[in-house]
């Protein structure tokens, strides 16, 4: 499969426990956006890199959200101290800069559930 | 920031029938306007996509219009399919950084009744 990966698939953990996702993009593709999705609701822009840069965050990206994308390759998302609130579908996407291609294409999503 | 307006929430249709989804949006910088379709429990799909300088596109049994001066577009079906059934989503996108960074409408569940 070469679409974008995300794992794991489902996340269960209490109030105040960290979480990490981790998210593989298409491999020749080098932008790489998160998104929030809750139900009834469309995805939510959270933050986006082109290669290692983390061009924009979102203002919903509280200071316990931190993502990363070290090698320009793979990233995480990471949540701290993590609250009901948070309980959500994550969502990665990523595209290329080549050409005029606009689409963002979406992995499979980590779904969070906070206790 | 911007603000995406989509309706209806539920559309429920007989196959063969027509469906027309519609979306209004607040940002004037917008530029780009891509439809997902998310079936239930997987990813969300690009379906057909415009661009601010294109009034309206087509791609087989679906198209899309843009009114730019209005601020709305819309997504249309024909002789639509059960497999059409899903969630449909549209988006007003504004550029950021040689990308672009979409605001999404809240959705509208397709039903298509065989």
């Known amino acids: 499969d070469t679409g974008v990966s995300q794992n794991p698939r489902h996340k269960i953990t209490k109030r105040g426990q960290n979480v990490t996702f981790r998210c593989d993009p298409i491999s020749e593709h080098n932008r790489l956006y998160w998104y929030r999705q809750t139900l009834g609701q469309g995805p939510e822009f959270l933050t986006y890199f082109q290669n290692e840069a983390q061009l924009e965050k979102s203002r919903l990206l509280s200071d316990r959200f931190s993502a990363e994308r070290p090698k320009g390759s793979f990233s995480t998302l990471e949540i701290q101290r993590t609250e009901q609130g948070d309980s959500a579908m994550y969502l990665c996407?990523?595209?290329?800069?080549?050409?005029?291609?606009?689409?963002?294409?979406f992995g499979p999503g980590t779904r969070l559930l906070v206790l | 920031g911007e603000n995406v307006e989509q309706h209806p929430s539920t559309l429920s249709v007989q196959e063969g029938d027509s469906a027309v989804i519609k979306c209004t949006y607040s940002d004037s910088a917008s530029n780009y306007f891509p439809w997902y379709k998310q079936e239930l429990g997987k990813r969300p799909q690009l379906i057909i996509d415009i661009r601010s300088n294109v009034g309206e596109k087509k791609d087989q049994r679906i198209a899309v219009t843009l009114n730019k001066t209005a601020k709305h577009f819309s997504l249309h079906i024909t002789e639509t399919q059960p497999e059409d059934s899903a969630v449909y989503f549209c988006a007003a996108s504004r550029a950021s950084g040689g990308s672009y960074i979409p605001t999404f409408g809240r959705g509208t569940s397709l039903i298509v009744h065989p």
């Open positions: 996407a990523s595209s290329t800069d080549r050409g005029a291609q606009e689409t963002q294409y």
